[in-house]
């Protein structure tokens, strides 16, 4: 159970392009679903915060404008980057929080997505 | 402030015990987990403590300390597929994780 898929996996697109990120929870519901970055050998980074029907909380330093985040349903959130560029190359990675069970507040992550920017 | 302190990198043999230690300051505490994210990979879940104690599942164990501010991952029998790095991640008031850069852990034949 709590499995998170994220789509797709690897992108290469050209700079000035928008690229759309989907993340889902396959077995459970999650209000909420946080999006991360993370640079090579660096920790993970918080962009933003999902919750399902809401506007997203973007974290300090992270342009709303330029990484919209759309929150569906309760299985669905997706991020996409708009007008990419170089800078933006990085490996995405989504989350999904569990709520009740055994695993409340736990956050299951998704295979990441490793976008490239031309 | 909140931060995270851990080892950067550790070796250890295969078939041996190793013990990664974490020590913690958050606003606020809802818990402590422990990731383990293979190079190029996203974090798996290994395990989450909220209460003091030892918290065992099969090869891994980690341990709370809340009045410390202290956790510790143990691997035992530890195999060339546990080269990773491994995360500790408290949980502050606001039910945000508290990321670190983690422990690279070098499992040697």
């Known amino acids: 159970g709590a499995v998170v898929s994220q789509h797709p996996s690897r992108v290469i697109c050209k700079s000035g392009t928008s690229v759309k990120i989907e993340c889902r929870s396959l077995?459970?519901?999650?209000?909420?679903m946080f999006w991360y970055r993370q640079f090579p050998k660096k920790s993970l980074m918080l962009m933003a915060t999902?919750?399902?029907?809401?506007?997203?909380?973007?974290e300090q330093g992270v342009e709303k404008d330029k990484f919209l985040i759309n929150h569906a349903s309760l299985t669905l959130s997706t991020l996409t980057v708009t007008s990419a560029h170089p800078e933006d190359s990085s490996f995405y990675i989504c989350?999904?929080?569990?709520?009740?069970?055994?695993?409340?507040?736990?956050?299951?992550f998704g295979p990441g997505t490793r976008l490239t920017v031309l | 402030g909140q931060n995270i302190d851990q080892p950067t990198e550790m070796t250890a043999t295969e078939g041996a015990i190793v013990q990664i230690n974490c020590t913690y300051q958050?606003?606020?505490?809802?818990?402590l987990f422990w990731y383990q994210q293979h190079a190029g990979e996203a974090p798996t879940f290994l395990s989450y403590?909220?209460l003091d104690g030892l918290e065992e599942k099969g090869r891994f164990s980690s341990f709370l300390s809340r009045s410390k501010g202290y956790s510790y991952l143990l691997l035992k029998e530890l195999q060339m597929k546990d080269s990773a790095s491994y995360l500790c991640a408290p949980m502050d008031s606001n039910y945000q994780l508290i990321w670190g850069a983690g422990t690279k852990l070098i499992i040697k034949p």
């Open positions: 077995d459970f519901q999650a209000t909420t």
């Open positions: 403590n909220v």
């Open positions: 989350s999904a929080r569990a709520l009740g069970g055994g695993h409340t507040d736990t956050q299951y």
């Open positions: 999902s919750n399902e029907g809401s506007k997203a909380t973007y």
């Open positions: 958050t606003s606020g505490f809802n818990g």
